[in-house]
């Protein structure tokens, strides 16, 4: 009969063998940073930090009419160089992360479609597509908010709830 430390060695080496080498790894997350330099990842991501972030200060303006617009503009840039200098640690995490989600397979193909002229028109087109989306998607959610809240606040109701909003 094996002894148990014989088991275990065995099967350390069984999943060792399974498990994605430190090249394979490397070789996926190179992959990952070029299919995000092909779609220009930093770029769209500053995009919607610049069109999300105006939003925020509003809200935040309007919440507390207290603070000078001045205030609020000096916090806004302040915000900007953080963001700037911290967008390239949250695309090394998200390369680790379609590193490890994505086969070389599918990196290659990603690879091929961005880097092709085609992928490259699409990519031109993302900003407005991404404006566009944004901007339905406000309307949207402004026309079915209060139908969901309705109807949350008839399924509590009728459950003997009478909740306050």
């Not at 995490?93 to 599918?106: F, G, H, P």
Request: one cysteine or more; proline letters at 6%; a neutral charge.
């Amino acid at each position: 009969m094996p002894r148990p430390l014989n088991l275990a060695v065995i099967s350390a080496l069984i999943l060792c063998s399974v498990v994605v080498s430190p090249v394979q790894a490397e070789d996926r997350t190179s992959k990952a940073r070029e299919v995000f330099q092909l779609t220009g990842a930093a770029r769209m991501a500053t995009q919607m930090f610049d069109t999300i972030w105006p939003q925020l200060l509003g809200c935040l303006a309007g919440r507390n009419p207290h603070i000078p617009r001045e205030v609020i503009a000096s916090v806004s840039s302040a915000t900007k160089v953080e963001f700037d200098a911290n967008l390239p640690t949250y695309l090394t995490q998200m390369e680790i992360v379609y590193a490890s989600m994505l086969t070389d397979e599918e990196l290659d193909a990603m690879i091929a479609f961005y880097g092709s002229d085609i992928g490259r028109r699409v990519m031109d087109k993302m900003p407005a597509l991404m404006a566009q989306s944004t901007a339905l998607g406000q309307v949207w959610a402004i026309q079915v908010t209060p139908k969901i809240v309705n109807r949350v606040l008839e399924a509590l109701r009728a459950k003997g709830y009478e909740p306050k909003i």
